[in-house]
């Protein structure tokens, strides 16, 4: 099984103070740092590129920085990432012409590779790539924004794709994202969920270490 892993989603910190707001997260508990990527294009949002990645190394950020991409071409910006210091790189299938194609390139540039599959793209996208992942995401909101409500069938989407990791027999990571709370995570780890990502419930509560205190005591009760 998975080690749980806590990824507060740097889109909801405050950016003028990104570098003390990462500082934070981990040092309230946080395991890593969840990083959303948007284009403008892809999704209607514009957010930060790899010199913000590339800074964070530099600040001291030693922990593994979750590059969620939510761009579209994927594959030119995938080099970018790996040298400002990724640790792992997750894109949509949507946004790829060829996804077995850049997972094998984030893979080649020394990075994790996950796969995104948005609340309306069906496990099937899974099918013939899923052994080559080291992680899938599930977003349990549409992707663009912070703050959304969880939709709700997440959950059996969860337990569908547990099954088919558990079947490959392989240490895959599965990752959700999208209206996390302390109050409904322990539901999502129930469901099969073993990595977190949680921006607005994170950094808009004034104890970054008691909301993350609380979703691992949620997540231990059920995942052990
Ligand atoms: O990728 C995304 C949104 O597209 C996420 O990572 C959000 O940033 C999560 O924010 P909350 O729903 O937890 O506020
Ligand atoms: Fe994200």
């Not at 977003?139 to 547990?162: C, D, H, T, W, Y």
Request: proline share 5%.
């Amino acid at each position: 099984m998975q080690s749980t892993v806590i990824a507060p989603s740097i889109l909801s910190a405050n950016f003028a103070k990104l570098g003390e707001e990462v500082d934070n997260v981990l040092n309230a508990g946080a395991d890593w740092v969840h990083f959303d990527v948007m284009d403008n294009h892809y999704v209607p949002n514009l957010t930060i590129g790899p010199m913000v990645c590339e800074a964070l190394r530099k600040h001291g950020v030693t922990a593994p920085i979750d590059v969620h991409l939510m761009v579209e071409p994927v594959d030119r910006i995938v080099p970018d990432f790996a040298k400002a210091g990724a640790t792992l790189i997750s894109f949509h299938p949507e946004a790829s012409a060829h996804v077995h194609r850049t997972i094998q390139l984030i893979k080649s540039h020394g990075c994790q590779a996950g796969l995104v599959l948005n609340p309306a793209t069906p496990v099937d996208a899974l099918e013939w790539v899923l052994e080559e992942l080291d992680m899938v995401l599930l977003m349990s909101v549409n992707p663009g924004f912070g703050g959304q409500s969880f939709i709700p069938s997440a959950l059996e989407k969860l337990r569908r794709v547990r099954k088919m990791i558990d079947a490959t027999g392989k240490p895959i990571r599965l990752e959700i994202d999208g209206g996390v709370k302390a109050d409904n995570i322990a539901e999502i780890a129930a469901a099969g969920a073993d990595t977190f990502v949680a921006g607005s419930a994170i950094f808009n509560a004034t104890d970054y270490a008691d909301v993350i205190g609380r979703m691992k005591d949620a997540v231990s009760k059920v995942r052990g």
